[in-house]
């Protein structure tokens, strides 16, 4: 097994090298350098996949990541490189041990809103409806922009030895590419257009959350994430065509895998951080109370309710009654994923929010 | 239960959001290649304006709320500084050529190869590894920093990170499936002024990024026929080539829209290009560059091993030339191929010389 080894010149010589003639002789030091020979990963049944790779020291993966340059896990770093300067460089700032799996997952079952989507299906709608389905598909493609910024905010800043975190971001940064343009396409595809920009006080919550990343997923994967999911079960449920179907299930996808890498790296982060419980517990306090600000916008309501009744006419009935139930099924959702991660709210728990808890449910 | 439910009593709505929207009545209809970005840029909602005050995150053509917190910081906010024409076709185009390292590679073709040229194999991925992040990084950076007014070439930028993810994984599953390991890093991809990652223009960035960098690159991968031992690394480099043919069109074509449209840059740029020239033959993030490890191993593959030294030599050295010809043809093609006739550039005087 080698050590670090000394940076050398790119090339070695005094006099000026003309660089489409000259042939040095090779002086081949690299060869031999490695802390592991002799590794053989062999493709599964599904192939050759990301975890597959962590064996031997290829798969031990430090608590700290001091190495600030793109020294890949297991490779022979040189020493004296410049830093590129990664700022998260603790495992439990960034860590779930489903990130490779997600990962794959996720390119397993990719989509193209373009050609995935029967657009053809999509027929006239009251116009109403029309109007309150291109108000929702505004505000959810403006979510999308926010899961994009969010995330390429941070990822760049993460540390090169927990790379299957890296890439499995890469992969949710996509998928919300993906999103921001299919909830566009519908909105410009049936007589409509876009409506009004979001209320954006979740929005602005996700985006200045920049005390570390396990702040973010919380507000964008548990709090953000878990409430768009679930209106998204909603809207499939109210479908108007095939169209709508498979953008709504297909996003649906996207979202879980989303909430299985930000459940799993909370849970990571708080049992391996003193004082995590407590810090997500306070994140909470505030994240809910601007939720419930939120929440007090009618507009993103009002859009919904006319599509679950179909139309104006019910809406302040059966539509407001089953956005309730929805925001019953988001709540009883949120708190019962905090729970398992061993956060009980009850302290400061918003009595807006409490309301909820038995509406719709089963 | 088929009971009726009894819903509560009427509530009073809103509805006065109904009267805020933006441009209404659009129709966008699927073309052969169904619902593309290309197919919605109708109306008002395909023209995107030259300077974007746009700081609050909606999407373009939304109706705004006078009320909205600015809170998108976006440091880019003029078209010129990002646009591209065709950023909606390459896109798309990622979106339906994505692969899959796992199952699109056909791993089980590698079989046991010499030492000397596992070895070769494992310090090139090891580099490839190291250095194709840097692809992803960087961008990730400028999206966030870019304002959604130009949703399409930050799309573009969003489908380049995930596709240089899968480019960092395949090289490290290459390293690891064949008895071989991991090697020595380069250290080339450090944060040194000139660098791609320290750039704080975007032109400059993708100047170095997309035209030279991901340009020397993209020639490599495409005679990747000359260095696999088999059909899995001949689908490596097959796939990943695809991939960079767009990352470099991306840069060939943004370098375009800023030629034509931002003249008072044009001396600016040219002194990128100078950095990037120099850069491409240093040969820090370009394997068929100068004297490093990766080239070694790169002239190792190409000559079959080791005692053929320098037959992988004059290969490598006809791929040098090669990479040098199609940077010059992509930075003609943008409108800054003056330097290649005034003498600015070294990179004609060099290959006239090698020729001769
Ligand atoms: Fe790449
Ligand atoms: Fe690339």
Redesign the pocket.
Known sequence: MTEKTAAKPAASSDRPVDPMADRPAPNLKWMGITHQWGTRVKPGKHGLRLGDLNVGIYGEVPAVWNDQTRNPRGAVARRGIPPVGYAIRDKADLWADSAADMYEEAIQRRWAPAVDVPWASIAPLPDAVEQAVCQVMTELSQYANVDVEAVTHWQHQMAYGYHEVKQYLATVSFDAARHMEVFRKRALCNGGGLGLEGPGEVNRMILESRGGWTETVLYLFLMRGLFTQTLLRYLEQHAHNHAERAIYTNCIEDKARHLTYGIDHLWYAINHQNDQKLIVNQLCIIGERILVRELKDPVLREALAIIFAGGIEHASGKGIATYEQMLGDFVRRYLDTLKWLGVERTILFPPELAGYVGKGAR | MSEARVWPAEADLDLGWMKQRGEWGMKATPSKQGLTLADIQIGSYGDPVDRSDNQTGRPRGAAARPNSYRIGGYAVVNKSEIWLENASFLYEEALQRQWSSATDVPWHTIKPLRDDIEQAQCQLATFLTEV?FV?GDVPARWISNTTPDYFEPRQCLLA?VM??SR?MDVFRKRALANGGGLMLTSGGTAGVVGSIDLARDFTEMSSR??IS??GA??TIFRMGELMAYNDAEKAIYRL?AQ??A???AFGVMHMRYMHETAPERHEEIQCYLDEAERQILAGSQNPAGNQTDASEALAILLGGGKDKYDDGLNKLLAIRKRQVQEYIKRVRSTGFGARFDNGRSQLTEMLNQAAA
Do not use: F, P, W
Request: proline share 0%; with cysteine; charged share 40%.
């Open positions: 194709e692809a380049q596709d240089e480019h990024l997309h960098g991901e690159v993209l990943c991939d960079e767009r990352h470099v």
